[in-house]
């Protein structure tokens, strides 16, 4: 199926595709994590990544 590139919740969109081709998920939660991701420094911050989510979340809709 591959990544589609360029999104901002690229993510998002792998995970909604491959469910959509009849793939299966579960919940995994390691007791340590394998990979970090960025969060807001401050709360000035995170005003910002909630645009970028949504913006992201409207590209993979249209």
């Known amino acids: 199926i591959g990544f589609r590139y360029g999104l901002l ?6 995970g909604f595709r491959l469910k959509c081709e009849g793939w299966r998920s579960i919940f995994c939660n ?6 970090m ?6 709360l000035l911050d995170v005003p ?3 645009k970028r989510w949504q913006i992201g979340l409207l590209e993979v809709a249209s």
């Open 9 to 14: 919740v690229e993510d998002f969109y792998t």
């Open 30 to 35: 390691p007791e340590k994590a394998a990979f």
């Open 37 to 42: 991701g960025n969060a807001p420094l401050n």
């Open 48 to 50: 910002f990544q909630n």
